[in-house]
């Protein structure tokens, strides 16, 4: 079971990103979620969807950011607009499935916002 973001890159503030992730295998079964990390800090949660998708936002993405899910595709989504410089930072993907228990993360997306 393999996750592959993508969608990061260099952008400007005020703008927007979408960024997705891939499954290899099908996602049905899988609590979705975002991350990022910026070096030397934490991981953090950013939202997370459930199998039904339904969303819940961290205080820190409520405003701009939205994740969605596709099961048909395997493929999870998180749109970040209104991009700020403190955006910055690797974006990871994350599946969780309950039975049997398994954890997988994708290997990460950098988004740079600046002008």
């Known amino acids: 079971f393999q996750l592959v973001e993508s969608g990061g890159g260099l952008a400007q503030p005020g703008g927007s990103l979408k960024l997705s992730c891939v499954a290899s295998e099908s996602i049905e079964n899988h609590l979705m979620a975002w991350y990022r990390q910026v070096p030397g800090n934490e991981r953090d949660l950013l939202a997370q969807?459930?199998?039904?998708?339904?969303?819940d936002y961290m205080n820190i993405a409520k405003a701009r950011f939205t994740i969605s899910r596709d099961n048909a595709k395997n493929t999870v989504y998180l749109q970040i607009n209104n991009l700020k410089p403190e955006d910055t930072a690797t974006y990871y993907c994350n599946a969780h499935r309950l039975i049997p228990a398994a954890i997988y993360w994708g290997r990460g997306v950098q988004v740079t916002v600046s002008s």
């Open positions: 969807i459930s199998r039904d998708g339904a969303p």
